[in-house]
């Protein structure tokens, strides 16, 4: 059986390397909504890039998330890197 495809960076989620992302937060009605299954590194980007009301209101797709300036900057440097990585650098960094 091959990996999973992440849809935000296209490479493959090595076993036990996934997070389910949901499309539509929870806390926005999003909860039994359609969910991804991206890099945990992927995703932990994409709540440090975005707040919950921004992913229900303009993001709640792969291909909006992937033509977000900062997440498109993310995609590139992510995908020279290998499946497996993960950031050593703890905590978020959302700009509010």
């Given at each position: 059986m091959t990996d999973p495809i992440?849809?935000?960076c296209d490479?493959?989620?090595p076993d036990g390397g996934g997070s389910l992302h949901h499309l539509?937060?929870?806390l926005k009605g999003g909860k039994g909504g359609p969910t991804v299954l991206l890099h945990q590194i992927c995703h932990?980007?994409?709540h440090a890039t975005l707040s919950e009301a921004d992913l229900a209101r303009d993001y709640s797709n792969v291909e909006a998330l992937r033509n977000?300036?900062?997440l498109a900057k993310f995609?590139?440097?992510v995908g020279k890197r290998p499946p497996g990585f993960r950031s050593k650098v703890p905590g978020g960094?959302?700009?509010r």
């Open positions: 992440c849809p935000l490479r493959p989620i539509i937060p929870k932990k980007e994409i977000h300036p900062r995609i590139a440097w960094r959302r700009k």
